[in-house]
């Protein structure tokens, strides 16, 4: 049987990092990936900078709720593959437990895959704040059996307070700090699985909370024409500012109009990372393409944020 490692953890948490640092050691040969998305463009894939037949994206929605079908034709794809091992990485909005369930009571997968872990990815910066506001954090450290803390060097201070945090919302998980984005592979990838979710029945007592990420809305923006980077950036970082706290990430590809570089330019809540130049330029990306995933901005303020983001991309300033 094949091993499958679930990777979650909430929006912006470093799921993509860790996975790309993860793919780069040997150690991790042979590894099927499985990236879901949420929105309308699939951009998650392309951050992986490793784009082959064992990379598989899926779209849209979330797996837990809306794809359960689409990950099982996916899980189907990458198995033909025999890969050593499967890494699905999940929505930052997804509950874990519908998916261990379905695999769990799927009579087609259920010979072939072995659930061997769930992953869950804290970024100690904001870890207080989202199990304090959102549910679907909460719900993945329930279910973790490894806990990879990111972000260490940007908020030593409260690493103790998190580690308090974690083990109280997940216990009996083990627990590791993320060094320049990765942690040992072996630790990640093998050892066993917490008794409390070895067998359907117990993954189903999880499902009575209902469907996660009530109230999220995502906005796809496409434009065909190289956009100025450094302008994009500002939007983020004056967006994020004032509406952080709804919107809740952003992640974009930008084809820079003076060089034509691809660079991957991404926020989450009122934090936003420097621009990404991408080593390999995906082939399919042209111009600007970009997701944003908010929970309760209004109609109004939806139509003055995109309203901004076409001036940045045209190059102007709002005056």
């Known amino acids: 049987m094949i091993p499958l490692h679930v990777l979650t953890g909430f929006l912006g948490a470093g799921k993509t990092t860790l996975l ?56 189907e794809r990458v198995l033909a593959l025999c890969p050593a091992r499967i890494v699905l990485e999940t929505t930052g909005l997804a509950d874990p437990a519908p998916i261990l369930h379905a695999l769990a009571i799927d009579a087609r997968l259920r010979p072939a895959i072995r659930v061997a872990s769930v992953v869950t990815v804290v970024d100690v910066e904001r870890a207080e704040e989202l199990l304090a506001e959102h549910d679907e954090v909460r719900r993945q450290l329930e279910l973790a059996d490894r806990v990879v803390l990111t972000k260490v060097d940007r908020a030593p201070q409260r690493l103790a307070a998190v580690r308090a945090l974690v083990a109280a919302a997940a216990p009996g998980c083990e627990l590791r700090e993320a ?19 070895d067998d359907a029945a117990s993954v189903r007592l999880w499902l009575h909370h209902g469907e996660s990420g009530s109230g999220v809305r995502t906005h796809a923006v496409q434009r065909t024409a190289p956009a100025q980077v450094e302008l994009v950036h500002l939007w983020q970082r004056l967006v994020t500012q004032l509406d952080g706290h709804r919107l809740l990430r952003s992640k974009a590809l930008v084809e820079c109009a003076a060089s034509g570089d691809v660079f991957a330019l991404q926020s989450a809540g009122h934090a936003v990372s420097p621009p990404r130049r991408l080593a ?37 300033r709002r005056r």
Not at 50 to 57: G, L, N, P, T
Not at 184 to 192: H, I, M, R, S, Y
Not at 285 to 301: K, N, P, S, T
């Open 179 to 197: 060094v320049d984005g990765c942690v040992d592979v072996a630790w990640l990838l093998t050892g066993p699985r917490l008794a409390r979710l």
């Open 20 to 75: 790309a640092r993860l793919l780069q050691e040997p150690a991790a040969e042979r590894t099927a990936v499985l990236v879901n998305e949420i929105g309308d463009l699939a951009l998650d894939h392309h951050l992986l900078e490793r784009i082959d037949d064992d990379v598989v994206a899926l779209p849209s929605g979330c797996i837990c709720c809306t794809m359960r079908g689409e990950m099982h034709a996916a899980l």
């Open 280 to 316: 390999h330029r995906p082939p399919a990306v042209r111009g600007v393409q970009m997701v944003l995933i908010e929970r309760g901005l209004g109609d109004a303020a939806v139509r003055q944020l995109l309203a901004t983001l076409d001036e940045a991309l045209r190059g102007t």
